[in-house]
């Protein structure tokens, strides 16, 4: 399942739309260096001044952390979050529960998609619905049983058995 969602292959292949691909390839760090190289072009920004800026961006950023560190602390949670929600997944299986508790509650930045879902139970079939879901988060081989509201998110599913809802 871990495989799977990292887009691993039978053969140990990196798929080229998958999550590690992304980890390794950091292709948004690489579209901003690209952005920022591209506009001390067009300004006419000398050598000096486009190497402090481009050095600034990766090594720190207004926020005190460079790009290169960010996205690999969020990649990094994110691979940790999902094994545990296959873990999950795996238990549920074994014990036979089909409902689960989204939580993780809500901050400043929760994305729609987990406020519609916080507190709320929900059967495996409309889990597995989500995929569907006009919010649900747009990312390659999206799974909602392990990617709930999308990169960075916060929530789990807490599987519970059917006898606690009667």
């Given at each position: 399942l871990i495989k799977q969602w990292l887009g691993?292959?039978?053969k140990g292949n990196i798929n080229e739309t998958s999550?590690?691909?992304?980890?390794?390839?950091?292709?948004?760090?690489?579209r901003q260096l690209k952005d920022a190289s591209l506009k001390a072009i067009v300004s006419q920004q000398g050598y000096q001044e486009t190497k402090k800026q481009i050095e600034?961006?990766?090594?720190?950023?207004?926020?005190?952390?460079?790009?290169?560190?960010?996205?690999?602390?969020?990649?990094?949670?994110?691979?940790?979050?999902?094994?545990?929600?296959?873990?999950?997944e795996t238990y549920k299986n074994e014990l036979g529960y089909e409902f689960?508790?989204?939580?993780?509650?809500?901050?400043?930045?929760?994305?729609?998609?987990?406020k519609e879902k916080n507190g709320?139970?929900?059967?495996?079939?409309?889990?597995a619905d989500w995929v569907n879901d006009?919010?649900?988060?747009?990312m390659p081989n999206y799974n909602p049983f392990l990617q709930l509201g999308g990169y960075g998110c916060r929530h789990h599913l807490?599987?519970?058995p059917t006898s606690v809802l009667s």
């Open positions: 691993i292959d039978s999550y590690l691909n992304d980890l390794i390839e950091n292709k948004e760090v690489k600034n961006y990766i090594v720190t950023t207004e926020e005190g952390e460079g790009a290169f560190k960010k996205y690999a602390r969020n990649l990094t949670y994110d691979l940790y979050a999902t094994t545990d929600r296959a873990v999950q689960a508790i989204y939580e993780g509650g809500l901050i400043k930045t929760s994305r729609k998609f987990c709320k139970i929900f059967h495996s079939s409309e889990i006009k919010n649900a988060p747009r807490s599987w519970i």
